[in-house]
């Protein structure tokens, strides 16, 4: 069984950067899609950046610029840079892969910016 476990989340003031990490705990194979998702309070859950099979990058338009994401295919962990933060992104952040027979989730890490 393989396990996404994330990590860097935490408190910052606008303007300021955060990276997180996603590592997996063993290989995964037949991934069609990596990428990190996040939902606010109230809010659907929305795709933040992603890396497709064919290694094409996609960022949500709100956080293009800002954000970027990247692999550490050696540590079997995918990044995602966050600079200049603003309020509006303070959410719950998931990573995720997207397998041939269905997705695997992170637990989520909470990411809060004050103004």
């Known amino acids: 069984q393989v396990q996404l476990v994330e990590s860097g989340g935490g408190l910052v003031q606008a303007g300021g950067s955060l990276r997180l990490s996603c590592a997996a705990s063993?290989?995964?194979?037949?991934?069609?899609?990596v990428g990190w998702y996040r939902q606010a309070p109230g809010k659907q859950r929305e795709l933040v950046a992603e890396i497709s099979g064919g290694g094409r990058l996609n960022y949500a338009d709100s956080v293009k610029g800002r954000f970027t994401i990247s692999i550490d295919v050696a540590k079997i962990t995918v990044y995602l840079q966050m600079n200049s933060l603003k309020p509006e992104d303070t959410a719950v952040y998931y990573c995720?892969?997207?397998?041939?027979?269905?997705?695997?989730w992170g637990q989520g890490t909470q990411v809060t910016v004050s103004s």
């Open positions: 063993r290989s995964v194979f037949s991934i069609n899609a």
């Open positions: 995720n892969a997207k397998m041939h027979w269905g997705d695997l």
